[in-house]
């Protein structure tokens, strides 16, 4: 039956949290059916208090093999990264 | 003595759908919804021991809610013979818990009015628990019964071998008369008329046949069930059977 189901990735906003994380994905019918799954297979511990859910094929994800183009440019420009700089004496810790 | 018969013939109700449906762990027909039932199933056995516990208080002869779950042979358990009958498919399973559901819901939903505060606080969790059960089955019947040729099929064989179970809900003996007089349980007879109203528009709307009803079953909280409940009795209590008074 799954095979003919559609997958959907799960976020959950905890209690004290302020953002939805990513806690996993599960296989459902349809939107409504996908958040009843969620609730039973990621809130049992009361985990959260609000929950999305989102079709997997809705998200547009980068690929690893674009790592080269994606991110390796960032590591020529040092100057991005707070290390980069030395902080006045009088600063001491930031 | 009244209201611990009543709360252990609660707790009877709940133990036995909540072992069947625990049947269906690991054979659900996908992983989510085999979790989800997992889940109801569990709803159902916590809701047994509170009504079990109760009635152990009440009796205080030093017996617990696992002597009621147990070491009580078939004619003692006196719940309602809808929910002792064999899980059989998904759709036999899903329609009976509709009809438990509903049931439920609006019993429970009187029992939150009780006089008696333990009774009146257990429904109020189960009160909870019922309108997410509701939820799911009731999905499930518009699913699979508006769903394809042989869901609907399968629908609509088990709505009509599970009509016959349903007047026995509605049914009260003088103990449980007494009760609802005295403001204690449940008048379940008033609860009939919103029962059909409630269930025949769900199968009108899941595309399913109202079965002409002419026959009814009942017997259960006399203590007199189906074969189905001692095959259950067999496989729940094997362990303390076999072992009495085993703990671990």
């Known amino acids: 039956m799954s095979e003919h189901m559609k997958l959907y990735e799960v976020f959950i906003r905890s209690r004290r949290g302020l953002d939805h994380k990513h806690v996993g994905s599960l296989h459902a019918e349809d939107p409504k059916q996908a958040l009843e799954y969620a609730r039973d297979i990621y809130t049992r511990r009361s985990e959260g208090v609000s929950i999305w859910v989102i079709n997997s094929s809705d998200i547009t994800a980068s690929q690893e093999g674009d790592c080269d183009s994606f991110y390796d440019p960032h590591d020529d420009k040092p100057y991005r990264h707070a290390t980069h700089y030395q902080l006045p004496k009088a600063v001491n810790n930031m | 003595m009244s209201v611990m018969k009543y709360a252990i013939r609660l707790g009877d109700d709940a133990v036995v759908l909540g072992h069947r449906l625990s049947e269906w762990c690991s054979f659900g027909p996908f992983l989510e919804e ?9 709803d159902f056995i916590g809701r047994a021991r509170m009504f079990y516990s109760y009635a152990a208080e009440l009796a205080g002869d030093g017996s617990t809610e696992d002597t009621y779950a147990y070491t009580r042979d078939n004619r003692e358990f006196t719940n309602l013979l809808i929910h002792e009958l064999k899980n059989g498919d998904f759709a036999f399973t899903m329609v009976r818990q509709y009809f438990v559901d509903v049931y439920t819901l609006a019993y429970m939903q009187q029992l939150q009015k009780s006089s008696d505060q333990t009774l009146a606080a257990i429904a109020d969790k189960v009160v909870k628990e019922s309108r997410y059960h509701l939820r799911r089955s009731y999905d499930w019947m518009l699913r699979l019964g508006d769903g394809t040729e042989e869901s609907n099929r399968r629908m609509q064989e ?8 349903v007047p026995e809900m509605f049914e009260m003996d003088d103990l449980e008369r007494e009760l609802a007089e005295a403001g204690i349980g449940v008048d379940a007879a ?4 919103d029962w059909y109203a409630t269930v025949r528009a769900t199968l009108a709307q899941a595309n399913l046949k109202e079965p002409v009803g002419d026959w009814s079953i009942r017997g259960g909280r006399e203590g007199t069930h189906t074969e189905a409940l001692g095959h259950i009795l067999s496989d729940m209590q094997f362990v303390q059977r076999a072992y009495p008074g085993l703990q671990w």
């Open chain 2, 34 to 42: 085999d979790l989800a039932l997992t889940n109801v199933a569990l």
């Open chain 2, 158 to 165: 088990a709505v009509e071998n599970l009509w016959g179970y």
């Open chain 2, 190 to 193: 008033a609860l009939e008329n």
